[in-house]
């Protein structure tokens, strides 16, 4: 069987992101499983170059990971023709900047969301990509859930219905970090809590909505969404107070085509009593489904028990007994299924989707829902034109 080396620009690979779910569960186990494996037998085999800012942090990756190849010269990076391929999971503020240098070297590009803090600068960057003619994609991770598969396969069976709702839960209590008060350190880096640094959870989580409601319930169509500062200090990772100058919540609301109606909250400041950190119940005529991460479970219309209110007596019905779980198992790591899509698309195989424009989408939402807050209205999602 023969190999083929693909080399990857990895940029900003020592933070969350791009440590854990791109180079470790994503390139480094693509690596493990002897690569991807392409239509005429050869194993496409990638060979990560990682780049950023700290040379220390990155020999350290490296050496912990028996990666040979890193640096801190960008520029040099690009240039290169050993690596056809840029990756970009550093600040979200950075990002149009450096993509736009990695696309002016022709290479493919692929990268965390949002691809861009403003719609505009999204679209330069679909732009670009066209006229270089280099390959393109954006993370989509949540496409690739066994929760979101298995509710994307009941959909497929017409298992709904008619869908008339979908009602979306995310989120978990954030700790605020203050060292005085005993706290523990916030689980997420202090700059999704400042605007200026493009944080703020409506940027971060609507441009997930959009892809989910565009790909397995029908296409945005108008948002109205209301967003708020509940935790207005927080203490950075140096234990340092600040004021948290970007929203940490968002209730939003979306009307989709072909008439179903979603609802999401996202929240940094909720306690969890709920199957997972993120929820989806999805309503339809025929039948409901609970999803979570990985679990789904569903009620048909058989199944569904008939309530009647009553306060006078404890509820007679064990709500929570009436589903049955979906099967399903043998779901890889939603990042490197969509890595290895990439991939393929790259060696020439395969369609790829998910790319910059579908990226563009979801900040055009984000930028929508911020101004629906602001202008306190609703507001329709014009289709994108690049
Ligand atoms: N797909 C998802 O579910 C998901 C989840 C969380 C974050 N993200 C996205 O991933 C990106 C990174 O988020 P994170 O949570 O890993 O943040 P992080 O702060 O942990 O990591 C950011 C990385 O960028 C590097 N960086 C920052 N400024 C830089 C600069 N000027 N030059 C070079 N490198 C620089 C940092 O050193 C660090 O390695 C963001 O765009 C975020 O929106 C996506």
Redesign the pocket.
């Known amino acids: 069987m023969s190999e083929k080396r693909i080399g990857i620009v990895m940029?900003?690979?020592?933070?969350?992101?791009?440590t854990n779910q791109h180079l470790v569960r994503s390139i480094l186990a693509i690596r493990a499983q002897g690569g991807v494996a392409l239509a005429d037998g050869t194993r496409l085999l990638p060979d990560p170059l990682l780049v950023?800012?700290?040379a220390g942090k990155l020999q350290a990756l490296a050496r912990e990971h028996g990666i040979e190849r890193w640096s801190t010269d960008l520029d040099r990076a690009l240039e290169s023709r050993d690596d056809a391929v840029f990756f970009d999971?550093?600040?979200?503020q950075?990002?149009p900047k450096v993509l736009a240098r990695a696309i002016a070297a022709k290479k493919h590009v692929y990268c965390?969301?949002?691809v861009a803090t403003t719609l505009a600068e999204a679209l330069a960057l679909v732009r670009a990509a066209r006229k270089a003619r280099i390959k393109h994609g954006v993370?989509q991770?949540k496409l690739w859930l066994p929760g979101l598969v298995k509710l994307a396969k009941l959909r497929a069976e017409g298992f709904f219905g008619r869908i008339l709702s979908v009602r979306g839960e995310f989120g978990y209590w954030v700790f605020e970090g203050d060292p005085a008060r005993g706290q523990p350190p916030a689980q997420?880096?202090s700059?999704n809590y400042r605007k200026e640094d493009g944080g703020g959870i409506i940027l971060?989580m609507l441009c997930?909505w959009r892809y989910v409601l565009d790909n397995l319930f029908g296409e945005v169509k108008a948002v109205s969404c209301l967003g708020a500062t509940h935790i207005p200090w927080r203490w950075d990772e140096k234990g340092k107070k600040y004021r948290a100058t970007a929203d940490d919540a968002a209730y939003a609301t979306f009307e989709l085509a072909g008439g179903a109606i979603a609802q999401f909250n996202s929240s940094w400041c909720v306690r969890v009593r709920r199957d997972d950190l993120l929820t989806l119940q999805v309503d339809g005529t025929q039948g409901s489904a609970v999803a979570g991460l990985r679990d789904c479970r569903v009620q048909s219309y058989a199944e569904t028990p008939r309530p009647v209110w009553n306060p006078d007596v404890p509820q007679p019905i064990d709500f929570y007994a009436g589903w049955r779980e979906v099967p399903g198992e043998g779901y890889d790591n939603a990042f490197k299924a969509q890595w290895e899509l990439f991939l393929r698309h790259v060696a020439g195989e395969a369609p790829f989707k998910w790319n910059l424009l579908e990226g563009a989408k979801g900040v055009q939402l984000a930028e929508l829902a911020l101004k629906s807050w602001k202008l306190r209205k609703w507001l329709p999602v014009p289709r994108l034109k690049a």
């Open positions: 940029h900003g690979v020592t933070g969350r992101m791009g950023g800012r700290d999971a550093a600040s979200t950075l990002r965390e969301k949002p993370v991770d997420r880096p700059w971060d997930h």
